[in-house]
């Protein structure tokens, strides 16, 4: 690959964007907000491989309500060997200065049945803890191949990959905290080289029985 570290840099972003709307992944740690559905048992699959959690919350009408206690959910990562990146809800716990959450009413999780919420908001940070080898190679030989089949001027249009897409199979949102007014990216059936598809096959994130990759 050739050119001004611009240009080189706007190549490789093109070619991130193609990876990310392929695979599904995010392969740094990226700050996010996601709105996923409720299970009946207080499960919520999250679309991402789960670094950390800062809040949880109920949407309530489209907004989200009162954020819970860290004791009202636990968070599993696939970043544990068989594990699976999710929040699970109704953990237990209670708060007697909050109307609703005291030990006598249930605690948090009577407290989120009295809701009765489909979907929690989920605040955290999410993706790879850095980069995989493979997937980096992967991207540098997509960017060779983007330039390959660019006129020199599309350099310019490259634009920075958008890091949060849809997953598929569950009734989940993406929203990035930087700017939660972009469009999210479709997923993609390629990356438009079949090389480059072969090497990123360990990595596709197509539905809950990939998430995070496992």
């Not at 964007?17 to 207080?42: C, H, K, M, N």
């Not at 919350?57 to 954020?67: H, K, N, R, Y």
Request: with cysteine; hydrophobic share 40%.
């Amino acid at each position: 690959m050739t050119g001004e570290d611009a240009e080189v840099a706007a190549w490789i972003s093109a070619a991130t964007e193609r990876i990310t709307s392929y695979t599904q992944q995010l392969f740094e740690p990226t700050p996010l907000v996601v709105v996923a559905d409720v299970a009946p048992g207080g499960l919520v699959l999250l679309p991402r491989r789960v670094r950390s959690v800062t809040t949880v919350a109920p949407v309530l009408d489209g907004d989200a309500g009162t954020s819970l206690s860290a004791t009202a959910y636990r968070v599993t990562s696939s970043d544990v060997l068989g594990g699976v990146d999710a929040v699970h809800l109704r953990w237990g716990g209670y708060d007697d200065l909050i109307a609703g959450a005291e030990s006598y009413n249930g605690g948090w999780r009577g407290l989120f049945d009295r809701w009765g919420a489909e979907q929690a908001r989920i605040t955290g940070e999410f993706g790879y803890a850095e980069v995989p080898p493979l997937v980096a190679q992967a991207c540098a030989l997509l960017a060779a191949h983007v330039q390959a089949q660019a006129a020199p001027s599309d350099a310019d249009a490259a634009q920075a990959p958008g890091l949060n897409v849809d997953d598929e199979g569950n009734n989940v949102r993406i929203e990035d905290k930087a700017d939660d007014q972009d469009e999210p990216l479709p997923p993609s059936a390629s990356t438009g080289n079949t090389q480059v598809d072969a090497l990123l096959i360990g990595y596709l994130n197509r539905g809950h029985s990939m998430i995070g990759g496992i």
